[in-house]
Each structure stands twice: as structure tokens, then as C-alpha cells.
Nanobody
Framework: VQLVESGGGLVQAGGSLRLSCAASGFTFSSYGMMWYRQAPGKERELVASISSIGGSTNYADSVKGRFTIPRDNAKNTAYLQMNSLNPEDTAVYYC????????????WGQGTQVTVST
């Protein structure tokens, strides 16, 4: 089982980035996908989530209207499109795959750094 994030980097405030999370080793379309982030000295927080077939999404208040979380089940990939970035978005971003039925499974990627400069 692997989740591999990519697309992080350094961007100026107001810019955009698209993170990708490529999955392998499990039935991707059966899992909800989440993006979390953790800034230095802060707890990990849930940024966005999408249901297994993409019919339902949720966002943290801090990113609503700026971030979207599409997924492509044919490519076994989830994305985090981040627009209008600000320095408070600086963090390590992690993707997470989770299902609760028929048994609990929870997989994490290694994280990708996003740094937003002023």
C-alpha cells in the first residue's frame, strides 16, 4: 500500500499549487480521501475530505472558497487544488485514505511541504 504526495513547493502569497496523491495497493475507489496539514508547533488539522465516489466534499473554514479536493478514480489519484494561498497555509500536507467498512483501514502518505512567502 502506498500513498505518494507530490506538487508541494515554494509559492508567493496569492499564488496557487496543486497537490497530488497517487495511490496503489488498495481499491482506491472504496476509500474516502482526506488532506491534512501540520504547521510547525501546531496540531495536524483536517483541511478537506471527499467521499469514495466523489459525491460529497467538506472543507475547513480556513480554506473554504480557496481549496478544492477533486479525485480521479480511474487514475487512483486525489488532488488538492489550492488557490489564493497565504503564509498561514504554510505546512506539511498529508493525504489520508480511509474506509470503515467492511473493516477499518487507514493509510497515510509521507507528506509534502508547502511554503507560502509574503
Amino acid at each position: 500500500v502506498q500513498l505518494v504526495e507530490s506538487g508541494g513547493g515554494l509559492v508567493q502569497a496569492g499564488g496557487s499549487l496543486r497537490l497530488s496523491c497517487a495511490a496503489s495497493g488498495f481499491t482506491f475507489s472504496s476509500y474516502g480521501m482526506m488532506w491534512y496539514r501540520q504547521a510547525p508547533g501546531k496540531e495536524r488539522e483536517l483541511v478537506a475530505s471527499i467521499s469514495s465516489i466523489g459525491g460529497s466534499t467538506n472543507y475547513a473554514d480556513s480554506v473554504k472558497g480557496r481549496f478544492t479536493i477533486p479525485r480521479d478514480n480511474a487514475k487512483n489519484t486525489a488532488y488538492l487544488q489550492m488557490n489564493s494561498l497565504n503564509p498561514e497555509d504554510t505546512a506539511v500536507y498529508y493525504c489520508n485514505a480511509r474506509r470503515g467498512w467492511p473493516s477499518l483501514r487507514d493509510y497515510w502518505g509521507q507528506g509534502t511541504q508547502v511554503t507560502v512567502s509574503t
